[in-house]
């Protein structure tokens, strides 16, 4: 079983950035894909970015060249670099991991943390 833990979230003008974390403990090595999922009031949760061990990335077309995925194996983290945010990206951000490849149905993924929230004021 694997254990994450968000951080980084917080209210942001839209134009600016902010950088998500996502701690990971327990049996991290036997995890492949990890990946970031957000979810609006009344919308359904969609996977934002999504990396591979290897390194092979997802993202989704809403978020492509303002948003960057990274993880650092070493350290058992995984990063969500955000710039220019808008308004449209207000939503609770959650870390998801596992063991098969990148996934985009939120039932697919095994574990999950408790999510943190990003808030773009216009």
């Known amino acids: 079983q694997v254990q994450l833990v968000e951080s980084g979230g917080g209210l942001v003008q839209a134009g600016g950035s902010l950088r998500l974390s996502c701690a990971a403990s327990?049996?991290?090595?036997?995890?492949?894909?990890m990946g970031w999922y957000r979810q609006a009031p009344g919308k359904e949760r969609e996977l934002v970015a999504g990396i591979s061990r290897l390194g092979r990335t997802y993202y989704a077309d809403s978020v492509k060249g303002r948003f960057t995925i990274s993880r650092d194996n070493t350290q058992m983290r995984l990063y969500l670099q955000m710039n220019s945010l808008n308004p449209e990206d207000t939503a609770m951000y959650y870390c998801?991991?596992?063991?098969?490849?990148?996934?985009?149905?939120?039932?697919?993924?095994?574990?999950w943390g408790r999510g943190t929230q990003v808030t773009v004021s216009s």
């Open positions: 327990g049996n991290f090595f036997s995890l492949n894909a």
């Open positions: 998801a991991a596992r063991r098969g490849e990148i996934a985009t149905s939120p039932g697919l993924w095994d574990s």
